[in-house]
C-alpha cells in the first residue's frame, strides 16, 4: 500500500499525468511484475478504506490538513481499484471459468469513482491521462465479459414472456460493451462540458475519449451514434483549442475515424481530406496505423482521382500488398476477369473492412482502361490523328474478351458480335451501350453514344480524362 | 464448517452475554449487538465470529478479552461502514491473527492519526500476516463459491432463474434450450420490463375485475414474468390488444387451436383479402405463441406468412417487425425459408440505400447461401446497381423470385429515373422510345410513354415516321433533377 502511495505523491509532486495514471493500470509495469499481487495482499476488505487514507496521509511530504479532499477521493478510487484487482486477479489464476464478467464490474466502479472525482472538481486537468487509463481499459474488459458470456451461451436472446408481443428480443451479444459505452460517454460529456479556463481544462481530454467511443461505437456496430459526438464537438468548436494544439496521437486518430466515417457515409471528398492528413500526421513507426490508415485512404483516391496505389506504396505494408496488389494489377491492366476473380476472392476481407462496396465501383475503371486500349489500338488517318468514331460491336468484342480472361493485348481477334460468345454479361450490344453510357455519364469517357448507326463517337480531345488522352 | 457450526455459535452466545449484560435480551451472536439490538447478521458474519470462538483458531499468547473487543471494533466499525455485504469475511483475517499482527510490528507513528477514531489497531493493520495469506489461498476456490452466492442484492440473472421453476411444468421436451434462453433476457430489458409494467399498474386493476369469471391470480406484476402458460381458449378468432397485464390462459388459444387459427387464416385472406382484419389475427396469433414460448417451425411460419402478406400490401412496418423475428427464429435453426428472407433483407437494403446494414448482409452470407437462386438474384441486382448496369438490373427486375418484386416495386422508379438520366447524357441526338421499353423493364411502349410524362417529360417527346422519339439531349437536366428527388432519403419505419 505504502508504495502505490508513494507512487502517488511522486507523481503529484512531478505534476505528471501519465505517472499518476501508471498508479491505477490494471496491468502490472514489466519493472515489478508483481505489483498487482502486492497490492492486494497487502491489505484486506475490512481495513482497505483506512489504510488508504492512513498510508496516503503518511507518505505525504507536507502536512496534509484533513479532510482533504483529495485524499478522500484517491481513497475512493484506490479502494475501488483494489476490489478490481482482486477481481483481475481471481480471473487470471483460476482454471477453470474467468469471471471477466466481475472484473468488468469491478472496474466499472473504479470509472465511477474517477468520473466522481472529476464531477464534484477534485481531480485537475492535468490528470486527465488517469480518466485515459480508466476508460480504456474499462473498454478491453467489457469486450472480454461480452466475448466469455458469448461462448458459454447460446447467440440471440429471447424474450421469455414479460409483456412483449413477439418472440426474440434485442440481440444482446455486446451487453458489457454497451453497458462500457454509457460510461465513456458520461466521460465525453465530463471534457466537453467543463467551463474552466482553457489552460485547466479537461477540454484537452476531449479527442481521447471521443477516440475511445468511436473505438467502441465501431466494436458495436453502431457507427451511426459517432454522428451525435462529432455533432456536439462542432457545436462547442468554438470554445475550444485548435486542433493542431493538441496531441498529434490524438488528432491522428481522431481524424482517422472521422475519414472512416466519412469513407461508409460515401463522403469520398470529405474522407480523403481526412484521411490523407491523417496519414501524413501519423508516425512513420507506426505501421499498423499507418495500415489502417491506407485500408480506407486507398479506394477512397480510386474513386475519387482514379489513382492506384504504387508497389513502392505498398511495398513496407505486406499485408495491404495481400489486401490490393490483385485488384490493383487487374484494374492497371484493364482485365475484367482478373478484376472480378480478385474481388470474389477477397470478398471475405473486403466485406469485414467495409470497403468492400467501395473497391467493386473499381470495375468502372477498370472497364474503363480497357475501352482506352480498343481506342488506342484504333488506326490513325493520314494526318496521325486517331479514329475516334468505334463500333459498339468492337467494344462489345474487348468486354468479352476480357470477360473470357483473354488479355486486352491481343486485339487483333476479330470476334463475331452476333455470336452468343462466352454468354457471360457481354452477351448483347444492348448491354455495353449500357456500360459505355455509364463511361459518359461518370465522365470517365468523353463522346456521345448514336444507337441508330450503331458507334461511340468519342471527343476529339480528352475522349479518356485524366489519362492523358 | 456448518457441522461444528451448531456447537460454536452456542458458546459465541454465552460468551457475549457476559460482558454486555444489555444485549443479553438479544438472542443474535453479534458482539456490538448491543444498541442495534434487533439486527438480522449477514449469514458470513456470524460464521466470522465462530470462526473467531473456534477452539481451533485460538492463540494462547492472546486473551480472550482482547480477541473480543478486536472483533466487536471490526464488526462495528464495518456495521457503521455500510461495507458489511461488501467485505469477504471468509477471507477476512481473524481478530486474534491481526492482533498477532500488530504485536509483530513497531508502532509505525507515536499517536493515533486525528482521523483515527480510536479504530487505530484497524488502521495499522499494514501488512497481513504470512499465514493468512497461505490459509487465504488455499481456500481461494471454495471462497469464490460463497461470495458468488452470497446474499446481496439478487443479481438479474437470479431473477430470470426464479422462471425456470414454471419452465418446467411445459411439456416441450424438444425445447430444453429454451431454459438457457430464458435465464439469459438481459437486465436492462429486465429493467425496461418492470417499468412498464409499473406503468401500467393502475389502470389493470381495473381492467381485471371486469372480468369476475378470471381465475388466475395473475394481477401481481411479479407474476408476469413466471415463465409461459398454457391457454385454454377455443376461439380461433382473437382480436389483438398489447398486453398490459400478465395474459389471462382463458383468453389464450394453445399451439393446437392456433395451427387451426392459420389455416382458417390463410383460408379467409385468399377470398377475403381483408388486409386490416388479417393483420390484426395474425398479431393476437404471434402474440399467443409468444405467451406460451412456442419456437417451432409452426412459429417461423406463422412469421413469414405474415411477413409475406405485409409485403404484399406494402405495409414495411408490420414486414420489419417480422423480418427481425425471422432472423433470430433463423439462427435456431428451426426450419422455414431463410433464404427467401435473406434475399428480401438484401433487396431492402437496396430500398433503403443502407450500406452499413448492406455491408453486414454480405459478411453473414455463407457460400452455399450465395449460390441459392433467390439470393443470388437478390445479390446480382445489387452489383448491377452499384455498377450503373441498367440493362442488367431491369432483366433481374422482369424475373424475380418469390415474392421480391413487390420490394424491387419500391425502388425500381427511381432507378428508371436514373437509367433515363444516365441515357439522356451519353445518347445523341435521340433515342425511340421502344428501347427505354426494353431497357427499363417496362411492359409496354404506353407504359413507358406514360411514366415519362407523370415526370412532366411529354414535351420531349415527340413522333416521327410513326415512331416515338425521345429528345435525349434537351431532356437531360431535366430527369436529373427528378432523379436527384428520386433518391433523396427514403422513409423508413420499423427498421430492422
Redesign the interface.
Known sequence: MEVLCREFWHANQEGSGSLLAATISPIAPPSYLNRLDAIYHDTNAASISKDISYSLTKTAHAAIQYPNPEITSWTEIYSAYWYAIGAILAAEHTTTRPDWTKVYEAWKDVANTVIKGYSSGVLEAWTLPVLYTVGKHLRSFAIKADEHARASGTDASFNAGGLQDDIAGDFGKNEKLEDAARVINRMFTLCISDRAPLEESRKWGLYYITNLLFKTYFKLNSIGLSKNILRALSASRTDMPTLDSFPRSHIVTFKYYVGVIQFLEEDYAQAEENLTSAWHMCHRSATRNIELILTYLIPTLLLTRQQLPSPRLLSPYPRLGALFAPLTLAIRIGSLSAFDTALAEGEHEFVKRRIYLTLERGRDICLRNLLRQVYLAGDLDEEGKRNTRIYVKDFAAAIRLGEAGGSAGNMDVEMDDSGSGSGSAGENNDEVECLVANMIYKNLMKGYISRERGIVVLSKTGAFPGTGI | MSSHGAFTSVSARRTFARPIPASSSTPSPPPSAAEKAKRDWPESVRHYVQRAFAAENTIASIPRQEMEIKLKK?IS??AE?N?LG???WV???LPQQMILEERARPP??SAN????NG?AP???????VKST?TSSKKR??SE?DISQNGQEKIPPWRM?SV?NVF?DRVTHPDKR??N???A??????HHN?AN??KRFEDGQSGYLSQQPFSPSKASTPQD?????IIGRSQDLEKRYF???SAPNPDTVRPLLVLEKTLDLLKRKWKKENNYSYICDQF?SL??D???Q?I?TEF?VSVYEIHARIALEKGDLGEYN?CQ??L???Y??HLGGHPEEFKAYRILYFIHTSN??D???V??DLTPTEKRDPAVKHALDAR?AL???????FFQLYLDTPNMGAYLMDMFVARERLNAL???C????PD??LR?FT??LGFESDDESARFICDHGGQSFLEERDGEVRLLTGKALRFFETARNVAFKKVDIKGQI
Open positions: 471490526i466499525n464495518s461502514n461495507t461488501t467485505i469477504d477471507k477476512l483475517p509505525l507513528i492519526p486525528p482521523w483515527g479504530l484497524l488502521s495499522l493493520q499494514e501488512t497481513n495469506d481461494k476456490s469464490m430470470a422462471r419452465e434450450q429454451r438457457d434462453v430464458a439469459k433476457v438481459s437486465s436492462k430489458s420490463l412498464r409494467k408476469v414474468d413466471q415463465g409461459p398489447r398486453l398490459t398479431k404471434r402474440q405463441l409468444t405467451v414460448h419456437k412459429t417487425q427481425t423475428q432472423r433470430a427464429l439462427s435456431q450500406r452499413t448492406m455491408n453486414d454480405l459478411a452489383s452499384a455498377l450503373g448496369n441498367y440493362h442488367r438520366s444516365n441515357i447524357i451519353s445518347y445523341k433515342v425511340k428501347f426494353e431497357e
